[in-house]
């Protein structure tokens, strides 16, 4: 049994040693004891395009979850390998849209719907569901960039699906100014849609799926807020439920958060709705702010935190042992369909 600070002098060591050849990527979610070691932090998205800059990188070593590794893999070159410290390390938002769910529910939309429906699908989704968005004609979006992609589709269908954040997928349409009574769920266990009313009417069909880590946030925990301390900003992130973000001040993605936060004067007093760890590390960066969790009882992305030191080192010792481990490939068809969807992305974004 390593002790901690024996666990990072060999990571140190190792780094050391691979030099320019091995890059570590930490999304914002990571633990201090992980993201200490990221030669880049940010969301999923800069990531993915930071490793693929980095082309004298041989292993991308990715502190995130699957679905981000995958993405790197899909926008590096031939000759960089992705590696994800623990493969168990998933997103159970991710894991909502299977494949073969998409493929089954996407008969049913197009027996209802025609040809009327263009799929999105939110970053946070594997590569097949990128795939099969991509390979037909559509994108994928982040929470950055989700008005301009859903504005981007309006003009070349008259309908949208969204995969598979029906949070995010409600709150972008709803501030573009699609009514509520638009919006149909899909609900692909049951292979239905969850609504009441004439379908033709329906503009923006919500794959239903969601974050459990934003999902935490409550109308309760708002209102605690606002009881308590009404001086306080609520800010949040706008994978939280419509009812959330309506009540809160802002909501944005994890960049604008960290952006206003930044910026906000001194004294300043703010709750926040997104990761634990982003938001104690927004407390510890900002000890001039008042800054508390919109949730006290949040916890932390489990399936993120599945990357430890341990298995961070574990990883990079194989590596160092000639053993490449825990590699993520996507198959070439799956990569240059989802390529399709993101470069999309980037074009019109
Ligand atoms: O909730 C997440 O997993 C986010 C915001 C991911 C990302 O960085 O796009
Ligand atoms: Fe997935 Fe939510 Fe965790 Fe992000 S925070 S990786 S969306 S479960």
């Given at each position: 049994e390593l002790s901690h600070q024996e666990m990072v002098k060999r990571v140190r060591a190792i780094k050391q040693k691979f030099g320019k050849k091995l890059f570590i990527p930490g999304h914002h979610y990571q633990k201090d004891e992980v993201i200490q070691f990221a030669d880049a932090t940010g969301d999923s998205l800069k990531l993915a395009q930071v490793s693929a800059e980095?082309?004298?990188?041989?292993y991308v070593v990715f502190c995130g979850v699957h679905f981000m590794a995958e993405t790197a893999d899909i926008l590096t070159n031939d000759n960089q390998k992705v590696i994800l410290?623990?493969?168990?390390?998933?997103c159970s938002m991710a894991d909502m849209a299977t494949i073969k769910q998409t493929e089954k529910s996407w008969k049913v939309i197009q027996a209802t719907f025609g040809d009327s429906v263009l799929p999105l699908t939110y970053v946070n989704s594997t590569a097949a569901i990128k795939a099969f968005v991509g390979e037909r004609g559509g994108a994928t979006v982040t929470s950055s960039n989700a008005k301009e992609m859903v504005t981007w589709a309006f003009k070349q269908k008259e309908r949208i699906l969204f995969l598979p954040d029906q949070h995010l997928g409600r709150n972008t349409a709803y501030d573009l100014?699609?009514?509520?009574?638009q919006m149909a769920v899909w609900n692909p266990n049951t292979t239905s849609f969850e609504y009441?009313?004439?379908?033709?009417?329906?503009?923006v069909i919500l794959w239903k799926g969601h974050c459990s880590v934003h999902e935490n946030f409550t109308v309760a925990n708002v209102e605690k807020i606002r009881a308590e301390k009404p001086d306080m900003n609520i800010l949040v992130h706008p994978e939280c439920s419509r009812e959330v973000v309506d009540q809160s001040d802002y909501a944005g993605s994890t960049t604008y958060i960290i952006d206003r936060i930044e910026q906000a004067p001194k004294g300043s007093k703010w709750a926040v709705g997104t990761e634990m760890n982003l938001v104690n590390r927004l407390i510890k960066a900002h000890p001039d702010k008042e800054i508390v969790s919109l949730n006290p009882f949040m916890c932390p992305c489990l399936t993120m935190n599945r990357i430890d030191l341990p298995h961070l080192l574990y990883t990079l010792e194989q590596l160092d042992n000639g053993n490449v481990i825990n590699q993520i490939i996507v198959d070439q068809q799956t990569a240059d369909f989802a390529k399709l969807a993101l470069q999309r992305m980037l074009e019109h974004s």
């Open positions: 980095n082309t004298l990188a041989e410290p623990d493969m168990r390390a998933g100014g699609v009514p509520l009574n009441e009313g004439d379908l033709e009417q329906v503009k």
